[in-house]
């Protein structure tokens, strides 16, 4: 189920904003009936009419891209920064799942599916995705204890699932770690290091779930398979994993 409002933005009729207009000025109608209410919920088989148009069903698209740096996940920017959009051409109204910073790199899903793009960031479902940071200056093992025990972060205790040391770098004062955390907060790994010291020089998302950035490469993407989102679903939901 999904909000009458964002059900008609997702459909690419007009923006959510607009959408809201529609449905506050009585123009929206879900199985024939006016609707005036902006939480009103609807889902899939429900029959929407804007404005005596019918929404279009659109077909479902879910996409992996691999982030460049330097570009925002956003669907427009008013500082006319590159977006994720940009290195689309789908006619789908696609947006990105969650956000990566302007400066991380990585594995990013997209779709025009707003019931998948919940499921990946429902906290409850516990989606691991790991990290690598490259840090100013060398962790030691204490920090990490800390680090691996939980940091409050806006709060809330951000407890990541995995914290490895990978490499130090003596000559230039730094190390690479691997973390794997499975909420979603904002700034949420240049916290976690922060708050024991450490600035995030370099990072990367490697992965979401099972999906990786296998076979591709900075700035391109591919679509994931059908059998790849039903298995995300089961992962999702999946309450004995690991
Ligand atoms: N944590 C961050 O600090 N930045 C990201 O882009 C993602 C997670």
């Known amino acids: 189920m999904l909000r009458l409002q964002k059900a008609i933005a997702d459909s690419g009729f007009c923006s ?10 009585g123009k929206v109608s879900v199985n024939g009936k006016k609707v005036t209410e902006l939480g009103t919920k609807v889902s899939e088989k429900d ?21 460049p740096r330097g570009v925002i996940c ?12 940009d290195f689309f051409n789908s006619n789908k109204r696609l947006y990105p799942v969650g956000r990566l910073d302007y400066d991380t790199t990585g594995i990013i899903f997209l779709t025009n599916d707003g019931e998948f793009a919940n499921m990946m960031l429902h906290p409850k479902n516990n989606i691991p995705k790991v990290y ?9 093992g204490a920090d990490i204890k800390k680090i691996k025990s939980g940091v409050v972060i806006d ?9 490895k040391l ?10 690479i770690v691997q973390i794997t955390i499975h909420d979603g907060r904002n700034h949420e790994i240049k916290k976690i290091f922060g708050s024991v010291g450490h600035e995030v020089l370099k990072l990367k998302r490697e992965s979401i ?3 990786t950035l296998d076979g591709l490469t900075s700035g391109k993407s591919r679509k994931l398979t059908t059998k790849e989102v039903k298995q995300l679903y089961a992962y999702a939901n999946d309450t004995k994993r690991e």
Request: hydrophobic content about 30%; overall charge positive; some cysteine.
């Open 16 to 25: 959510r904003r607009k959408a809201e207009e529609y449905i506050v000025k």
């Open 47 to 67: 029959e929407i009419m804007v404005d005596g148009n019918a929404l279009l069903k659109q077909d479902k698209e879910y996409y992996v891209f691999y982030k």
């Open 74 to 85: 956003s669907t427009n920017d008013d500082k006319g920064r590159k977006t994720v959009l």
């Open 132 to 140: 690598i940071a490259k840090l100013s200056g060398v962790i030691d």
């Open 155 to 163: 709060e809330v205790k951000c407890t990541p699932d995995r914290v």
């Open 166 to 175: 990978k490499s130090v770098d003596r000559k230039n004062n730094t190390c």
């Open 209 to 211: 779930g099972f999906i």
